[in-house]
């Protein structure tokens, strides 16, 4: 069984970077596609960021420009590089993976939470102004 386990985030000032690390231990996770979804207090789960098994990238209009997304699966890992950070991204960050998948999907399916079926546990990212 896959276990993710999130690492990266921190407090942070407005404006500057910060770079999340997901990395499976278990089975690999090369058949799979991975997300990055974040939750504030009092507010739902939301898509952050997906790579498709293939490789096709998706971002939250809300991070796109700022954030990237990466995968290196001969060492199972996923990457969020952050930059430009503000307040509002001030939240818990997941990773997630899918189950085992075909090599494309489309982004309506991957901004899901529902189409993953194994979480990290989280990591706290804060930024100040």
């Known amino acids: 069984q896959v276990q993710l386990v999130e690492s990266g985030g921190g407090l942070v000032q407005a404006g500057r970077s910060l770079r999340l690390q997901c990395t499976a231990s278990?089975?690999?996770?090369?058949?799979?596609?991975v997300g990055w979804f974040r939750q504030a207090p009092g507010k739902e789960r939301e898509f952050v960021a997906a790579i498709s098994r293939g490789g096709e990238i998706y971002y939250a209009d809300s991070v796109k420009g700022r954030f990237t997304i990466s995968r290196n699966n001969a060492v199972n890992t996923v990457s969020l590089q952050m930059n430009r950070l503000t307040p509002d991204d001030t939240a818990v960050y997941y990773c997630?993976?899918?189950?085992?998948?075909?090599?494309?999907?489309?982004?309506?399916?991957?901004?899901?939470?529902?189409?993953?079926?194994?979480w990290g546990q989280g990591t706290q990212v804060t930024v100040f102004s």
């Open positions: 997630a993976k899918t189950p085992r998948i075909a090599f494309f999907a489309s982004q309506d399916y991957l901004s899901a939470p529902t189409s993953y079926g194994t």
């Open positions: 278990g089975r690999a996770f090369s058949d799979a596609a």
